[in-house]
């Protein structure tokens, strides 16, 4: 399908490549090299696997969720269940691949960007673990708004610090990061936390999540009879959990893929961060995608709900997998997806994150239209004990609504039912 040159050049079709400042041309040269080496050596690849396993928690179960499959009629569901990670996310996969290749270029300090928390947490957990010194930028603004993840990053030795600029969130502390790398370059490996900047960052960051959908292929064997799922689903954010799943499944053509970004509030620009509603073709920290911007190209704000769906430009690869038409991409709205955290509260005893909330809402859509004997998979990206308060808030303020007037008499499942069926089944 898609030629191993044109990865190897770091564009996925017209998407991708290297749009940075002359300075970083040469340390992005020397990480590709070197990752191209080093993810050949069998050494490497087998202190990774042995981390992963013994450290992270690998393989993560697939778990075939019996009571969420008979309440939306009987469709075989399966969770991936990255949530029982270590710290909580598929991001320490990436986390300690990326800080496994800083020591082996004999690089002591790691940073990162982090938004939601999530890949800060991890990358100082990987700093800890390997003995580094980390670095984490976080705007202002998540920081209020992410407390929790602050001190994590902190007790676990990290040094956090705090971005004013722009509008104080995840894509200012990316620029902060890049600024740091750029001066700092000969000690320092810049640990991205997903499938976005400039190469080879969007296929490192893809190879090291790989092991979700390997796992996944191996695990329905065993399970089903049959490696492959008739649907899977995943959100998609910068897109690296999703594409980590769905690389196992893009030669399969009878698997159905389905990535989901944050619908928001509504379609305005600026209610979601839906890149594929309303993007355009543009240039966002160092890679060519699809970005939410303005008339004049300013890159526009978002909402989500979830803070780890926030961001105005999706991974490349994720821009020509959708112009190949290989991957269909949706949005599912904030409400929606605090609907399907209650549902899978309530039918199998698991809190998802929000962002993982959003690939259950659409799986939902799904599966009333699916004979029984059919196979969702949906990537359970993280837990959603980051997320209780948000969750909690959100009802507060939604008044008067369908759910509270259903809530006194039914079970949550219930009233899911009536929500996406219009009546009782
Ligand atoms: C960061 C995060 C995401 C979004 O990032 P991707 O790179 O799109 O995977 C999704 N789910 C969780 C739990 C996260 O922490």
């Not at 305005?268 to 160092?286: N, P, Q, Y």
């Not at 209650?342 to 005893?349: I, Q, R, S, W, Y």
């Amino acid at each position: 399908m898609r030629k191993k040159s044109d990865q190897r050049a770091g564009y996925f079709g017209p998407y991708g490549g290297r749009f940075v400042p002359e300075t970083l041309m040469a340390p992005l040269g020397e990480l590709a090299r070197t990752y191209d080496q080093v993810s050949r050596q069998r050494k490497f690849q087998r202190r990774l696997k042995d981390l992963l396993r013994d450290y992270a928690g690998r393989p993560t179960p697939l778990y075939f969720a019996d009571r969420l499959s008979s309440t939306l009629g009987g469709v075989r569901i399966f969770l991936k269940r990255e949530d029982l990670l270590h710290t909580g996310a598929h991001k320490i996969n990436n986390a300690i691949g990326q800080a496994l290749l800083a020591e082996h270029m004999g690089k002591g300090r790691i940073i990162a960007e982090t938004g939601a928390g999530q890949h800060g947490v991890a990358t100082a957990t990987a700093a800890a673990l390997l003995g580094q010194s980390c670095t984490v930028y976080m705007g202002e603004e998540d920081m209020r708004r992410q407390r929790l993840n602050v001190d994590r990053m902190r007790l676990l030795g990290a040094e956090v610090v705090q971005v004013d600029a722009g509008s104080r969130t995840l894509k200012d502390a990316i620029n902060e990061a890049l600024r740091d790398w750029v001066t700092n370059v000969r000690t320092t490996h810049y640990v991205l936390g997903s499938v976005l900047g400039p190469d080879p960052y969007p296929r490192m960051v893809r190879d090291f999540q790989r092991v979700i959908g390997q796992e996944t292929r191996r695990q329905l064997r065993k399970q089903t009879g049959q490696d492959w799922p008739h649907l899977a689903v995943a959100c998609v954010g910068g897109g690296s959990n999703s594409i980590g799943l769905f690389s196992a499944f893009l030669e399969e053509p009878r698997t159905r893929l389905i990535g989901v970004e944050a619908g928001g509030i509504g379609e305005e620009l600026g209610e979601h961060a839906a890149r594929f509603r309303g993007g355009r073709t543009g240039v966002l920290h160092g890679t060519r995608t699809m970005v939410l911007q303005d008339r004049h190209g300013q890159i526009a704000t978002t909402h989500s709900v979830s803070a780890g769906l926030d961001y105005p430009a999706i991974g490349p690869e994720h821009a020509l997998l959708h112009e190949q038409g290989r991957v269909e991409y949706t949005a599912v709205t904030d409400a929606e997806a605090v609907e399907a955290f209650h549902l899978l509260a309530a039918t199998e005893g698991i809190l998802p994150a929000l962002e993982s909330a959003h690939a259950i809402a659409e799986a939902v859509k799904h599966a009333c239209h699916l004979s029984s004997k059919k196979v969702v998979v949906i990537n359970l990206s993280g837990r959603g004990d980051k997320d209780v308060e948000s969750v909690l808030e959100y009802d507060a303020n939604k008044s008067g609504s369908k759910r509270d007037e259903a809530k006194a008499s039914r079970h949550p499942a219930e009233t899911w039912k009536n929500v996406v069926w219009g009546g009782d089944r």
